[in-house]
């Protein structure tokens, strides 16, 4: 399952993999319309073209849209729950410096969805469905 979404002209991909049953979330540089990415004069020397995809969000675009990108990985976990109902999923952050907000964003998602909230390393979440107990 994927989602496109643009905000203030950069374009972001949310996706769940059914496999792994993980959510990614990146920037797709080529469909963007602003600049998102700079290289760094290492790349530059090598005459290394600029990524397709960018994986470290905030190191490379300064957006003052966070709560708008939350809400859009909001719906798009809504829609993975109601469409795959998942035992479990994953949600990992790869940027320490949003990690408080992230980890808080996972305790709403857990809280929101049924899902108890397991932290198995600094910025990785697994979500594990609670069951209503058999009678």
């Known amino acids: 399952m994927r989602k496109e979404f643009n905000i203030d002209g950069i374009h972001y991909v949310l996706s769940f993999q059914e496999s792994s049953?993980?959510?990614?979330l990146h920037i797709?540089?080529?469909?963007?319309?602003?600049?998102?990415?700079?290289?760094t004069p290492f790349e530059c020397a090598f005459g290394d073209e600029p990524p397709d995809t960018v994986w470290f969000i905030s190191?490379?675009?300064?957006t003052g849209q966070v709560f708008?990108?939350?809400?859009e990985?909001?719906?798009?976990?809504?829609?993975?729950?109601a469409r795959y109902?998942?035992?479990?999923?994953?949600?990992?952050?790869?940027?320490k410096a949003k990690a408080s907000v992230?980890?808080?964003?996972?305790?709403?998602?857990?809280?929101?969805?049924?899902?108890?909230l397991y932290e198995q390393r600094?910025?990785?979440?697994?979500?594990y469905k609670v069951e209503a107990p058999v009678a």
């Open 85 to 95: 109902q998942p035992y479990f999923f994953v949600y990992s952050a790869n940027e």
């Open 21 to 24: 049953q993980s959510i990614t």
């Open 28 to 39: 797709d540089a080529l469909k963007s319309q602003r600049k998102v990415y700079s290289q």
């Open 68 to 71: 708008k990108i939350l809400s």
């Open 102 to 116: 992230y980890r808080r964003f996972a305790v709403r998602i857990a809280n929101q969805f049924g899902y108890q």
């Open 122 to 127: 600094p910025g990785v979440y697994r979500f």
């Open 73 to 81: 990985v909001r719906s798009f976990i809504a829609s993975v729950i």
């Open 59 to 62: 190191e490379h675009v300064q």
